[in-house]
């Protein structure tokens, strides 16, 4: 980028990538090539023992992946980022990069499922230990700090409940103890909040959800200093979590629009929020837009509008939450967030499955749970969707 002064999110999102290629395209060019030859002995030599060379092999580096990876750094404000084949696997990777047995790492109670399996189940039979504690209390952090943590993993707007972590006081504290932050800013996108402003050291994404936008792709991303991403990219080339030219042509297609997407995305989540308050039926409605929500202010500090994600709890119980999910009808049962159509997941039935009852209890996730990730739809067609449903 040439300008000298910095560009909007808007902008970044559509000429973030321009000058990684002198090719006279005005879309990207998709480079689906697995391998790429040198043009002599010594270029080989050198692109071999190069830093994440982009025209190597693919799990190293990939030209179209490089653009990706470009504009993402470019919203996150962070010099560099790796983009991967998940979000886990960004998370993942960036988490073992960061850890040796005997390390300790201070994390949330409520994290992504993945997530909570990776830090709970997981890094323990590797002898790095975990502590969990309440997001919303940023002493609970320093107080579960130990000589040996080498990690402070955050999430925020955490999943389901859209519980806030307060990203400034949580860098500071991490940082006066010479500790790394990761936080997950999967739930705001960069549109509506970024960490890296607030101190925090490593950002990741699935950019499956508002960065890809569309529920075409899966990937994931993780956003820092050159260095830091360096040190994670030689851990990705031998966990194998790399991501490709197609899912990297699809998230450069689907980045244009995040910030028109992510706008909407928000206000119609809020219109829906209110709405829903409103509803006999409903018992709860948990947004950080809402007035109410218990850290409304501090939602306003870090982000710019609450994102597109909200959940409620529903009077009914269990088989409320269940029957919601099956009558709805433009708003389709289905996992995921972030694309341009409306979902809603009943969670205690998505998470049954893999996480023990305490540990759901200790994520402060209501049996009655629906988590809704609103899309594009024209919002009173999603308020009416809605109230047919609950009629039930
Ligand atoms: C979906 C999600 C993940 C995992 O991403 P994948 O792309 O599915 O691997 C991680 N964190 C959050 C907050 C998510 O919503």
Not at 7 to 33: F, K, M, Q, R, Y
Not at 76 to 95: Q, R
Not at 267 to 283: I, K, Q, Y
Not at 354 to 374: C, F, K, M, T
């Amino acid at each position: 980028m040439t300008s000298d002064f910095p560009l909007h999110p808007e902008t970044l999102a559509i000429h973030g990538d321009d000058g990684l290629e002198a090719d006279t395209d005005v879309a990207p060019s998709i480079h689906p090539s697995s391998t790429f030859r040198a043009r002599s002995a010594a270029e080989f030599a050198e692109i071999a023992s190069g830093e994440r060379p982009s025209r190597f092999y693919t799990r190293y580096g990939n030209p179209t992946v490089a653009r990706a990876e470009r504009v993402i750094a470019g919203l996150e404000g962070k010099a560099a980022a790796l983009l991967l084949a998940s979000g886990m696997g960004a998370i993942a990777t960036t988490v073992l990069a960061n850890v040796s047995a005997g390390d300790h790492i201070v994390a949330q109670t409520s994290h992504y499922m993945g997530t909570t399996r990776l830090l709970a189940d997981l890094l323990p039979r590797f002898g790095v230990t975990v502590s969990q504690v309440d997001q919303t209390d940023p002493a609970a952090f320093e107080a579960a700090l130990r000589p040996e943590t080498r990690l402070v993993m955050i999430e925020t707007p955490s999943n389901p409940t859209l519980a806030i972590t307060d990203l400034a006081a949580v860098a500071a504290i991490a940082r006066a103890h010479g500790v790394t932050t990761i936080a997950d800013n999967t739930f705001a996108s960069p549109i509506n909040q970024r960490p890296g402003e607030h101190g925090i050291d490593l950002v990741v994404h699935s950019a499956t959800k508002y960065l890809g936008g569309h529920s075409d792709l899966v990937a994931g991303v993780v956003c820092g200093e050159a260095a830091a991403v360096q040190r994670i990219w030689e851990h990705a080339i031998v966990l194998g979590a790399s991501s490709n030219a197609f899912d990297a042509w699809l998230l450069l297609r689907g980045l244009r629009t995040l910030a028109l997407r992510v706008t909407r995305q928000s206000d119609s989540a809020l219109l829906l929020a209110r709405m829903l308050e409103a509803h006999p039926a409903v018992a709860k409605v948990h947004y950080p837009g809402l007035e109410r929500h218990p850290q409304h202010a501090l939602a306003r500090r870090q982000m710019k509008a609450f994102g597109g994600v909200l959940s409620i709890e529903l009077a009914g119980g269990y088989a409320a939450a269940q029957s919601l999910v099956a009558r709805l009808e433009l708003v389709a049962n289905a996992v995921s967030l972030g694309g341009v159509e409306s979902l809603a997941v009943h969670a205690a039935s998505v998470w049954e499955g893999s996480l023990s009852i305490a540990q759901i209890e200790a994520a402060g996730v209501s049996p009655s749970l629906v988590r809704i990730a609103v899309g594009l739809e024209h919002p009173e067609d999603l308020a009416r969707d809605f109230v047919q449903a609950l009629a039930g």
